[in-house]
């Protein structure tokens, strides 16, 4: 494709077309801007809430998130143990049961990621505005609260309705950077001791959690995500997104916080969704393929043996690590939503080695995080529960489908941001692994930048696991395609 003809392709209108491909309606309804004007109109808050706007809340989240779900808040206590308070937008209180922006995202589901732009399950100016916990700015809340032992258990479950105040809105880089003693605070943090010791509180909670969450058998994956680094709505690089002790801290208390809920409903013998990944079906070629590098897992499934493999894969091997992690996530197959009535075991969540596990701490993202939240005011309130079984069961057979269509759309994207961004490096020369080899053809991923091509010349006698030099011969953004050739 000649540098003048890729200049001209427009990756927006091309996530669009993706977006309608796939089963998306990105566009707002008619009737919907009347909705918004009425939302947005009313800054009214709810009476008779739990006022906790007095607490030192933080948000933690991407340095470009502007739809902010939850904040966080911890205190010590006289024995040790830690309190932990998650809260989470009320979403629910802006947007009604059966609204047509309500309807629009119970169509859509989720909100998906496209690297050039954000398709929002809710209009930006709710989710991104009046239902984000943003800085400074009093909201209604669901707020998770539980308590974490000095093992890393957590007990004390409740679940209320408050009103909170986000005080700091912090960033994963600079917060994990400075926790793990890679760099100086950031400035918030630098500026506010309570702020600093608050923080301090939150990740020693965190590590408490997941150390016992391994222990248990969840599994340490290591697939790796890249965004673009956008000029003027370009992309010009690829960046690697890197874990650190910060996304580390909101993973443990999201995982907590969405194990609480469930039990919540549970206890309340009230029918929900779940957000479940089943005992791999394929556990023999998991077995096979710890076999193949030296391992022998047992013969039934087990997430803790499978764990041990991969810290001591990953130790080994770290550059073929987010590889192997994709083999392993792909063999246990992706994550639904399932209805689960009072009474009735969950399947539970393999990976995070849970069994009481739903989806409700991202509401402006997620629909079924709004399903929780008005669950959890009909048991609050003891009135008639928001949905038929059915209703929730057409629900989570929904949520499943469009969360699998949206990784269709992120993933093409990212292959013609990919294309488009490397063009300019036609010629170049790169290290590589090669990651697949079938009859369909021979691929590789370059170790930086962090993607994915196909090995058009020079790929006979290559297998899984291969390092080579690549060149990179052609790209097409309009299909995603990147050329490589052996060196």
Partial sequence: MSSSHLSHFNLIASAHASMLEHGFQPDLPEGSE????????????????????????SSIDNDTSKDLDQIEWAEKLADGRIRVLVGVADVDHHVR?????????????????????VFPMLPVELSEGATSLNENADRAAIVIEYIVDAAGAVTDGKAYRALVRNQAQLAYPSIG???????????????????????????????????????????????????PILQDEQPTEIARLEKNRATSLIEEFMVAANGVMARHFEEAKVASIRRIVRVPKRWDRIVELAASLGTTLPVDPDSKALNDFLLIQKQKDPDRFPDLSLQVVKLMGPGEYLLVRPGVESPGH??????????????????????????????????????SNDALDAIATRCTKMEDAARHVERDMQKR????????????????????????????????????????????????????RIQLIATDPARGYIDFAIV
């Avoid at 049961?97 to 732009?117: N, P, R």
């Avoid at 408490?208 to 599994?219: E, I, K, N, P």
């Avoid at 090995?455 to 006979?460: D, E, S």
Wanted: hydrophobic share 40%.
């Fill in 34 to 57: 009347k909705e918004i004007a009425a939302i947005l109109a009313d800054g009214t808050l709810p009476d008779g809430l739990k006022d906790l706007r007095s607490l030192l809340w």
């Fill in 97 to 117: 049961h059966s609204s047509i922006l309500d309807k629009h995202a119970q169509a859509e589901t989720t909100s998906v990621y496209t690297g050039v732009k």
């Fill in 177 to 227: 950077a400075w926790l793990e003693g890679h760099a100086e605070a950031p400035a918030k943090v630098a500026a506010s001791k309570d702020l600093e010791s608050q923080l301090r509180i939150q990740d020693a909670a965190a590590r408490r959690m997941v150390g016992s969450r391994f222990q248990h058998g969840a599994l340490d994956l290591e697939t790796v995500e890249t965004r």
């Fill in 350 to 387: 393999f990976g995070l080695a849970v069994q009481d596990y739903t989806h409700s701490t991202a509401p402006n993202r997620r629909f079924p995080d709004m399903v929780a939240q008005r669950i959890l005011k009909s048991v609050i309130a003891g009135s008639q529960h928001p949905y």
């Fill in 417 to 468: 941001i990919a294309a488009v961004v490397l063009h300019s490096r036609i010629g170049q020369v790169f290290q590589g692994i090669i990651t697949g080899a079938n009859p369909h053809g021979t691929f590789v991923r370059s170790l930086d930048p962090h993607v994915e091509g196909m090995v058009v010349r020079g790929a006979k006698g290559l297998d899984v696991g291969d390092r080579v």
